[in-house]
Structures are given as structure tokens and as C-alpha cells.
């Protein structure tokens, strides 16, 4: 019997590269694929959409999390 065993980085392949492209495009900054994996927290997680979060010392970046709008049993 073989087990593959996906840990959190196939998980958030999409989240990845987006946070990629958003401080390279916001910040003018290229970052690796582990920085911008340690970014899925601040810019998906735990932000409220419709704000910006500080990623770095002088750049903010709108929070990617999709809209909270959402009513769940309606």
C-alpha cells in the first residue's frame, strides 16, 4: 500500500504565485515561492476584504481573501 502524502504548499499553489504577482506588481519586489508562502496568513486568512495589509515596511497590499458578503442559510 503507498500513501501520498500533499502537505500545504500543493494546497496553496494558486495562492502562491497571486501573492507573487500582487507585491511584485505593488510592491516592485520579486519574492520566492517560501516568502510568499508565509504571506497566505496576512492576505487570505486573517484580513477583512476591502483592506490593505502591510507587507513589508513601506508597501501595502489590498487583502486577497475573497468577499465575506456571503450569507450562509439564506
Known amino acids: 500500500m503507498t500513501f501520498v502524502v500533499l502537505g500545504p504548499t ?4 494558486g495562492k502562491v504565485e497571486s501573492i507573487q504577482e500582487v ?3 505593488e510592491c ?3 519574492i520566492s515561492y517560501e516568502e510568499a508562502l508565509s504571506l497566505i ?6 484580513c477583512v ?4 495589509v502591510t507587507v513589508y515596511d513601506s ?3 489590498k487583502c486577497l ?6 450569507v450562509i442559510g439564506r
Open 10 to 13: 500543493s494546497a496553496y499553489a
Open 23 to 25: 507585491i511584485v506588481k
Open 28 to 30: 516592485k519586489k520579486k
Open 41 to 46: 496568513r496576512p492576505l487570505y486568512l486573517t
Open 49 to 52: 476584504p476591502g483592506t490593505k
Open 59 to 61: 508597501c501595502r497590499v
Open 65 to 70: 481573501k475573497s468577499n465575506a458578503g456571503a
